[in-house]
């Protein structure tokens, strides 16, 4: 299938089958999400992958009880950072010149740009931004999926209190904001498997100045 045509096909699939992704395509939406841009190339994010059935299991009464939640393959948890600060920049140059094989130092007028950012944003609006960017990775993994021809479920639908308690994320500095459950569709049971693409038509989605 083309990208377009994979787009088409994909949808949020209500009822999963319980089998599972091989490996190689479950890496593949890995590296599409890895992949994903960030403003400023931070990733103030983490996605916590879970595939253990009992993990699920727990998480299940703090997702209302969807059944994708148990009947996925494997489960993506986009998670923000709690707190940003001047440490997290400096890793992320270190990283950079350490890549690019370059001295740190030359970094020094991207650094501030990043630290002021950060220094001139209150906390909770540096979590709607890292929320954000977790949302682009969201979005490369939904993406990514549907060209591997694996089934996905973008979910807002849980209480991330819950699910931080269940990960243990809140001490890791983590807020849980999105999940993409990942697997394959139980057509005989999923009432949306064979219903057509519903979307806004170009003509009052596309505004042309």
């Keep these: ?6 787009l088409q096909w994909r949808y949020a699939t209500k009822r999963m089958n319980g089998e599972q992704i091989p490996s190689e395509k479950l890496n593949n939406i890995l590296d599409a999400v890895q992949l994903a841009p960030s403003s400023f190339g931070l990733t103030p994010y983490n996605v916590i992958v879970v595939q253990d059935p009992a993990v699920k299991a727990k998480l299940a009464p703090h997702c ?3 059944p994708q939640i148990n009947e996925s393959s494997a489960l993506l948890i986009f998670a923000h950072w709690t707190t940003i600060n001047a440490e997290n920049v400096a890793d ?6 350490e890549t690019r094989g370059i001295p740190v130092e030359a970094l020094a007028d991207f650094s501030n740009v990043i ?16 929320s954000r960017q ?4 969201l979005g490369f993994g939904l993406a990514a999926s549907a060209v591997e021809g694996v089934d996905s ?3 807002e639908g849980f209480n991330p209190a819950g699910v931080n ?3 243990g994320l809140t001490e890791k500095g983590l807020n849980s904001v999105c999940i993409l459950a990942l697997g394959y569709r139980d057509a005989a049971n999923d009432y949306l498997a064979n219903a057509k693409k519903v979307r806004r038509n170009k003509e009052k989605l596309f505004v042309n100045f």
Excluded at 92 to 97: D, K, L, S, T, W
Excluded at 122 to 127: A, G, P, T, W
Aim: aromatic fraction near 12%; charged fraction near 15%; glycine fraction near 2%.
């Design 64 to 66: 209302y009880n969807q």
């Design 115 to 130: 630290n002021g950012k950060v220094s001139n944003s209150s906390v909770e609006d540096l979590q709607v931004w890292a």
């Design 1 to 6: 299938m083309s990208f377009l045509e994979s």
């Design 134 to 137: 977790a949302y682009i990775a």
């Design 153 to 155: 479920t973008p979910m």
């Design 92 to 97: 992320y140059m270190n990283e950079i010149a």
């Design 165 to 167: 308690e269940a990960l």
